[in-house]
């Protein structure tokens, strides 16, 4: 099956934008973070077409998934 990622901010360093990925059915969100190389403990935002979801989301054919970093400011 095929899944859209986004990466946005600081994620896209050294990374992508925008990439198309073929994935077995029942990957996880967990499984792109991991395979991306994303600290988990710098997520911030986790969208699935467009809704909130953990790391546990279960993807399905066509999604589109959205990684945020953790954004301070002051």
Do not use: W
């Not at 360093?13 to 073929?22: A, H, L, T």
């Amino acid at each position: 099956m095929q899944v859209t990622v986004k990466l946005f901010a600081t994620f896209r360093k050294g990374r992508f934008d925008v990439e198309v990925r073929e994935v077995p059915p029942g990957t996880t969100v967990s499984r792109i973070v991991e395979e991306a190389k994303l600290p988990e403990k710098e997520i911030g935002i986790v969208l699935v077409n467009s809704r909130h979801a953990d790391l546990a989301k279960a993807l399905a054919d066509g999604d589109t998934l959205a990684i945020f970093p953790l954004v301070g400011g002051g």
